[in-house]
């Protein structure tokens, strides 16, 4: 089965982690296509480096966390590989989806809400609640309420708070 996800998020380092999310809960692979970000506002936007070489949007180190590796398919390789398994397919937006394509695809979007977001299906309604932790990592609401007892540790980081929630969140999950 195909899952294409719009995540329409202006921040890049924010961009795919609930369809990230959303891939790990199925056990599916996740992919992307093509995404650009105004770097004139973002300088960082693209700055993931893949193993093989190739500078992606920041925000698609979500996808490097789920364990999968980072590859680049044409969209006739990626709705071969759906025949067989599961694949969460990232956009930027609908409308750079190949629509003569579209059979056998379930298409959600997310909605983001300040520290909190909803992977979206028309009609069925959310699929998918998560919300930021105290490190700025996304976790889906189930996962954060086992988390909420675990003990806690103070460290303390130089920077506006909502710069390191908005715009360097590895940094943050990375102390988590």
């Known amino acids: 089965m195909l899952y294409l996800i719009e995540d329409a998020t202006p921040e ?7 369809p990230a999310l959303f891939a790990q809960t199925l056990n599916a692979e996740l992919r992307c296509t093509g995404v650009h970000f105004d770097e004139q506002r973002f300088p960082d936007a693209h700055q993931h480096v893949t193993a093989d070489g190739r500078l ?4 698609l180190i979500w996808r490097t966390r789920t364990g999968l590796p980072d590859t680049a398919e044409p969209c006739d390789e990626i709705f071969a590989l759906a025949r067989t398994r599961d694949i969460v397919l990232l956009v930027q937006s609908f409308d750079a989806f190949p629509t003569q394509c579209a059979e056998d695809v379930e298409m959600l979007r997310v909605v983001h809400q300040a520290d909190s977001a909803q ?3 028309d009609g069925s309604g959310v699929v998918l609640q998560a919300h930021r932790d105290r490190y700025g990592r996304w976790r889906s609401t189930e996962e954060a309420a086992s988390r909420a007892s675990e003990p806690s540790m103070t460290i303390a980081l130089i ?3 909502c710069d390191q929630h908005q715009q360097y969140p590895a940094t943050l999950a990375a102390l988590g």
């Open 12 to 18: 890049p380092a924010q961009f795919g982690a609930l």
């Open 56 to 59: 992606l949007a920041s925000g």
């Open 159 to 161: 920077g506006r708070d």
């Open 119 to 121: 992977l979206v299906e």
